[in-house]
């Protein structure tokens, strides 16, 4: 079945800092990649997208390439600050309309 | 706009006790989901409504779980005598479709805590 994994956490790292969070992805025919971001006490919200092969998704300075060859859709961000501290997750859709989740990265940005 | 709204924010029960989770999506999406995050992992599908489709409930954990939607507005997610593996948070989502593309909007969540 499809199915989701990402790096575990927690993730730290000290402000501007290079981050990658890892993705890779099982899944039959050809998803839709997402990153989700979950700031502390607020709600999901989607952080960026990519529909296709090759696409890349970028939404506030971080950045996610589909890559179906290693399928995978790492998060990149060139320098972090300590409002980018959160839960981020990666997800998948297919045919159907679930997501398939993984399980999530908590990211903590030290000043 | 307004968001995805859901109600309670919080909800203690007793083990054995029935209860009842609301959520407001936003106007004109069509398609609404449910979904359960336990403490530490990730989002767990629960059910999704699409228009006046039959609902797929392929997610529902339990009989005991059971929810239903009113055309295109409001849901209701009941959960009967309530378990302490229950405890968990409830999130509802909705989407202008169920094509795969389309982004799903979250509401804040009911964290339901079972003693």
């Known amino acids: 079945g499809n199915s989701v994994t990402q790096m575990e956490g927690p993730v730290t790292l000290s402000e501007e800092a290079f981050l990658t969070i890892n993705c890779t992805y099982t899944?039959?025919?050809?998803?839709?990649l997402f990153w989700y971001v979950q700031y502390p006490g607020e709600g999901l919200q989607l952080l960026l997208k990519a529909t296709k092969a090759d696409d890349k998704g970028s939404n506030k300075g971080f950045e996610a390439t589909y890559r179906k060859e290693t399928t995978s859709f790492h998060l990149e961000k060139g320098s972090v600050q300590v409002s980018d501290s959160a839960v981020y997750f990666c997800a998948l859709s297919d045919s159907n309309y679930q997501l398939i989740w993984g399980a999530g990265t908590k990211l903590i940005i030290k000043p | 706009g307004a968001g995805v709204s859901q109600s309670p924010s919080n909800k203690v029960t007793e083990k054995g006790k029935d209860v009842e989770l609301r959520c407001d999506p936003i106007s004109g999406h069509t398609a609404l989901y449910w979904y359960r995050q336990r403490l530490g992992q990730g989002l767990e599908f629960l059910i999704y409504f699409q228009g006046n489709s039959a609902p797929d409930k392929s997610g529902l954990p339990s009989d005991r779980f059971s929810a239903e939607r009113t055309g295109e507005s409001v849901s209701t997610l009941t959960i009967q005598r309530t378990q302490q593996e229950d405890s968990a948070v409830y999130l509802c989502a909705s989407s202008l479709s169920s094509v795969s593309t389309y982004e799903q909007y979250f509401g804040p969540g009911t964290r339901l805590t079972v003693t």
């Open positions: 899944a039959t025919g050809y998803p839709s």
